[in-house]
């Protein structure tokens, strides 16, 4: 297997992803109340974040038609498209949204369906996803039975079904949204921009050098090393505005990963906590009572994976899972792996096991 990272792409990435930052603060005081690591963001990417939302705030109103109320959503608009379009071969920002106006009403709405299939219908693939969407392009009731069913916010509905009514306007308010961010986003990512192009090719050469080994050295066995594989070439993108996240991309067209820019080292700073055994047992039984949280556990743990399938079940949205898989990562409770063949969270039983030995231990009397 090899690894290429993408500089350009990576910046692109981080400008589509720009406008949820100004939902940042709300979803940072709801982590931190609920956290044993709220130490391991550091104070330069917090200021960022809080500069960032600042200077969205002119544009509050557009952002909310097209980004949905969450910094960590899945639904937002460019989501829909972005798993049709590909972001490797755009020269910059400038040249993607110019291409994005280029779509016709069927190319987007093909976009935006191929995502709901794949990500809320459990679709093996993205391919069988898109060849679904193809079949129920022209089905607008069937589409709109879809869309009823998504356990998503009504707002998120209600936009989807104005992208459907009529997509190429819909792409092209998004498209003038964007353009008028664009200066702010380059002012605001031009002095990370060598480190990304640093770190991106450090961690390229690394993994072309260790192989799988060194997804498991770098994560700090947060990844398994076997998530990646079943793909010859794989393209790497760094991300500033995720700094601490560590996500993989499937689409019909591409498929990448994005390695936040600080990951490495919260990674490290989450094992320096852990090696106080006493506060990482804290950080799972912490986790373990929030009673929505252990019902996702506990979904995972009979082999149900799929986000639209456990917020159906337990009643909430599909945000809302993903929010809590997400605190069950950072507790190492879940541990990125594969299943039925693809890259995803699965319950590290040993790790669980390890901390009820824990318990125990600290539990036992002690003689004398």
Same mark, same amino acid.
């Given at each position: #297997? ?5 500089? *350009?792409?990576?910046? @692109? ?17 709801? %982590? ?8 391991? #963001?550091?104070?330069? %990417? ?23 109320? *969450? ?24 040249? %993607? ?64 079904? #104005? ?6 306007? !819909? ?34 050469? $690394?993994? /072309? ?6 997804? *498991? ?16 070439? !794989? ?40 090696? /106080?055994?006493? @506060? ?24 149900? $994976? ?32 594969? $299943?039925?063949? /693809?890259?995803? !969270? ?20 002690? /003689?004398?």
């Amino acid at each position: #297997m090899k690894y290429e990272f993408h500089q *350009e792409a990576s910046k @692109l990435y981080d400008f589509l992803m720009f406008p949820r930052c100004i939902y940042f603060s709300k979803e940072y005081a709801e %982590y931190a109340s609920r956290s044993n690591y709220i130490d391991v #963001m550091d104070q330069e %990417y917090l200021d960022l974040l809080k500069q960032i939302e600042q200077k969205l705030q002119p544009f509050k109103d557009e952002i909310n038609e097209f980004y949905h109320g *969450e910094f960590s959503s899945e639904h937002d608009f460019i989501d829909l498209l972005i798993s049709g379009t590909t972001i490797m071969n755009s020269k910059d920002e400038t040249s %993607y949204l110019s291409h994005l106006l280029q779509l016709s009403n069927e190319e987007i709405s093909l976009n935006v369906l191929t995502y709901v299939l794949l990500k809320d219908k459990n679709l093996p693939s993205a391919n069988e996803a898109r060849n679904e969407a193809e079949k129920l392009l022209h089905d607008f009731d069937k589409i709109k039975s879809i869309i009823k069913n998504l356990p998503v916010e009504s707002a998120t509905k209600w936009n989807l079904y #104005m992208i459907f009514d009529d997509p190429h306007e !819909y792409t092209k308010r998004y498209v003038g949204l964007m353009k008028n961010l664009l200066p702010i986003f380059d002012e605001l990512y031009r002095p990370f921009a060598p480190r990304v192009k640093d770190y991106g090719e450090y961690f390229v050469t $690394t993994f /072309n050098n260790e192989g799988l080994d060194g997804v *498991e050295r770098l994560s700090y066995s947060n990844a398994k090393k076997d998530f990646l594989e079943g793909q010859d070439i !794989y393209s790497i993108l760094v991300s500033v505005i995720g700094s601490y996240a560590l996500k993989i991309t499937s689409g019909p067209k591409e498929k990448y990963m994005v390695w936040g820019l600080k990951i490495e080292d919260a990674f490290s700073k989450i094992r320096e906590i852990n090696e /106080n055994q006493t @506060l990482e047992r804290v950080s799972v039984f912490k986790n373990l009572g929030d009673k929505t949280r252990y019902e996702v556990l506990k979904l995972f743990a009979s082999g149900v $994976t799929s986000t639209k399938e456990i917020a159906e079940i337990i009643g909430v949205t599909s945000a809302t899972v993903s929010y809590h898989i997400s605190n069950l990562a950072v507790a190492k409770i879940l541990k990125l792996g594969k $299943t039925n063949g /693809n890259a995803n !969270y699965e319950v590290d039983f040993d790790f669980l096991a390890e901390v009820i030995d824990g318990l125990n231990e600290d539990l036992r009397p002690q /003689n004398g």
